[in-house]
């Protein structure tokens, strides 16, 4: 596509991500700045033609709204947090609309929830931010919804959010432009290198925790892959050659708690998640997080976060 300027479109939801927007359009304006061409055009679009409020606040003014998107190389739909409370149809008939014309589908950080509901990710591998992951492998089971930072399938390219959607147009462009236009702007960037897709998305464990003890650590990673069907403290402690008092003092001297109550916490903060991002029933909501009474499941809920499952969903379910 070398010579040939790319008109792509950027389809703005309700309360979508700022910072994943941002970080998608500003690698395609330093494209034209550091080649001195002009590589990539783009248009804002949202659903009153008007503005778009982005989840921070902040008003866009757009050029256009959905329905009046005319044909273009990529459309880029950029949504957040509050993607299952809006209403997608009209953007959905437009993004099949400019696919059927032959435009390439891409989507930045909850994104990705829109093109599946368009039927657009189908045959296709994607990716969504960690957190909406589970409640989209729910909703949409047959997809291939992988934990990459970001996904570039043939013309189809989805991201984590954040600043993953920069890493992202960055390898598109060297795809497109080449190796030493893609680090040009990554030098602008001050973003030192391309992360690669198959990147983990979320910080390693022993930073996010802040401690380095292997045996915790290990420890801590077997509870995270056995939510939905716990192990006893017992045999935590003798998967690290540990008796369960050592384990006890273990969880005390470096995280300031029993290991109980860190397992617990992991598997309510997965309850929550589903609860929010899934309509999948509480009951099995409390079984996919390895509580095997709803009543205990619901006691445990509403200690931890002070209010119900139920409350909690319907909540999620505010002017969905």
């Not at 389809?11 to 304006?29: N, V």
């Not at 034209?32 to 009153?48: C, E, F, I, M, P």
Request: charged fraction near 20%; charge should be positive.
């Amino acid at each position: 596509m070398a010579g040939t300027a790319q008109n792509i479109g950027f389809m703005l939801t309700e309360q979508f991500s700022m910072i994943a927007f941002t970080a998608a359009i500003e690698p395609l304006r330093l494209a034209n700045r550091v080649t001195g061409k002009t590589l990539y055009q783009w248009q804002l679009h949202s659903a009153d033609g008007v503005t778009a409020e982005a989840s921070n606040g902040v008003q866009v003014k757009v050029d256009r709204a959905f329905k009046d998107a005319s044909a273009m190389d990529a459309v880029v739909v950029c949504s957040g947090v509050e993607v299952k409370r809006i209403d997608h149809r009209a953007l959905i008939t437009v993004l099949r609309r400019l696919t059927r014309s032959g435009a390439a589908a891409g989507a930045v950080c909850t994104g990705a929830y829109v093109l599946a509901k368009a039927g657009l990710l189908e045959g296709y591998r994607s990716t969504i931010h960690w957190e909406n992951r589970p409640g989209m492998q729910v909703d949409f089971p047959d997809l291939e919804i992988g934990e990459d930072l970001f996904e570039i399938d043939r013309d189809r390219f989805t991201c984590a959010g954040g600043v993953a959607a920069a890493d992202m147009m960055l390898s598109l462009i060297k795809r497109d432009h080449g190796d030493p236009v893609s680090k040009a702007i990554t030098d602008q960037l001050i973003h030192h290198r391309i992360r690669d897709a198959g990147e983990r998305q979320r910080i390693d464990l022993r930073t996010r925790l802040g401690v380095s003890h292997p045996k915790l650590l290990r420890v801590v990673s077997l509870m995270e892959q056995t939510i939905d069907h716990p192990l006893t403290m017992s045999q935590f402690a003798k998967s690290v050659g540990l008796s369960n008092r050592q384990l006890e003092r273990l969880f005390w001297k470096h995280l300031g708690h029993p290991p109980s109550r860190h397992y617990l916490k992991l598997r309510l903060d997965h309850a929550c998640q589903l609860l929010r991002h899934t309509a999948i029933p509480v009951l099995e909501v409390a079984v996919a997080c390895g509580f095997n009474s709803a009543s205990y499941f619901s006691q445990s809920y509403t200690e931890f976060f002070g209010h119900s499952p139920s409350v909690e969903r319907k909540g999620a379910a505010v002017a969905a």
